[in-house]
């Protein structure tokens, strides 16, 4: 399988295992936003770890979800290697996007944001390279 998803602590995991090109773009796009509507999501978390390459409809995933989730949620990548992280400089999106060494990292983080939104604390959103 191309990737998995499971909805845990109020997040949306979305595990790529391969590559990040249209094909795989499409359809991980159709499945979260389904997600996001139907359980209430209020972080996407993107685990990259496993991801070497990424082409600009994966930029354009990234972007799309996060134009989706910015006022009340936040998008979190885990894992990216250096190239797909250099994409993420020259894009753009590290300025919309928080990034984690791990899993277990992005869960905590997204948990606390989504407590402080909820308790109209806003939150933190982006880190620096």
Request: hydrophobic share 40%.
């Amino acid at each position: 399988m191309d990737y998995y998803y499971m909805a845990m602590r109020g997040s949306l995991v979305v595990g790529l295992n391969t590559d990040l090109d249209h094909h795989l773009a499409d359809e991980v796009r159709q499945v979260i936003d389904e997600i996001v509507e139907e359980r209430g999501i209020r972080s996407i978390i993107f685990d990259f770890s496993k991801v070497t390459f990424m082409d600009s409809s994966g930029i354009g995933l990234i972007m799309g979800r996060y134009k989706k989730m910015h006022q009340n949620g936040r998008i979190a990548i885990v894992a990216p290697c250096k190239s797909v992280e250099r994409i993420l400089q020259i894009s753009g999106l590290h300025k919309l996007v928080t990034v984690f060494g791990d899993l277990g990292e992005a869960l905590d983080s997204c948990e606390v944001h989504d407590d402080n939104i909820a308790a109209g604390k806003g939150g933190k959103r982006n880190v620096e390279f």
